[in-house]
């Protein structure tokens, strides 16, 4: 009897403890999410750029000269799909943003595949970073 015991009980430890790690990758893409907005939103582009990793750990080039002229204003999530192995989610944001040259209220809608890392426990973004 208490060999089933002590594998009904690990069962239910190994059961919740794969509760608590897909609840932290879950909760992990919330936050990547909210600060990659909040740093497009603040200007911020640089720390924006770090979320683009393709899954080959490259990052892309992007020229951040022509984002000085850039402020964003505002963003509606559009449309949010996670996987079911919770590694994996498209997020299509429909993102305002004012143009300080042209004086133009623009509006764009943004198309984001974000993958989780295993090895960095990190959140990353594989599309192409916003085209204002």
Same mark, same amino acid.
């Given at each position: @009897?208490?060999?089933?015991?002590?594998?009904?009980?690990?069962?239910i430890?190994?059961?919740?403890?794969?509760?608590?790690?897909?609840?932290?990758?879950?909760?992990?893409?919330?936050?990547?999410?909210?600060?990659?907005?909040?740093?497009?939103?603040?200007?911020?582009?640089?720390?924006?750029?770090?979320?683009?990793?393709?899954?080959?750990?490259?990052?892309?080039?992007?020229?951040?000269?022509?984002?000085?002229?850039?402020?964003?204003t505002?963003?509606?999530?559009?449309?949010?799909?996670?996987?079911?192995?919770?590694?994996?989610?498209?997020?299509?944001?429909? @993102?305002?943003?004012?143009?300080?040259?042209?004086?133009?209220? &623009?509006?764009?809608i943004?198309?984001?595949?974000?993958?989780?890392?295993?090895?960095? &426990?990190?959140?990353?973004?594989?599309?192409?970073?916003?085209?204002?």
């Open positions: @009897m208490p060999k089933h015991i002590f594998i009904f009980t690990l069962i430890i190994l059961a919740a403890c794969n509760g608590v790690g897909t609840r932290k990758k879950a909760e992990g893409l919330e936050t990547a999410i909210d600060e990659y907005v909040a740093a497009l939103r603040w200007g911020r582009f640089d720390n924006a750029i770090k979320y683009h990793v393709d899954k080959d750990n490259n990052n892309p080039e992007i020229d951040t000269s022509k984002l000085e002229h850039i402020k964003v505002g963003h509606v999530f559009k449309k949010k799909t996670v996987n079911e192995e919770i590694d994996e989610a498209t997020l299509q944001i429909e @993102m305002q943003y004012y143009h300080k040259e042209y004086g133009t209220l &623009k509006k764009i943004i198309d984001q595949e974000w993958w989780f890392n295993e090895d960095a &426990k990190n959140w990353f973004l594989s599309s192409d970073f916003p085209k204002f």
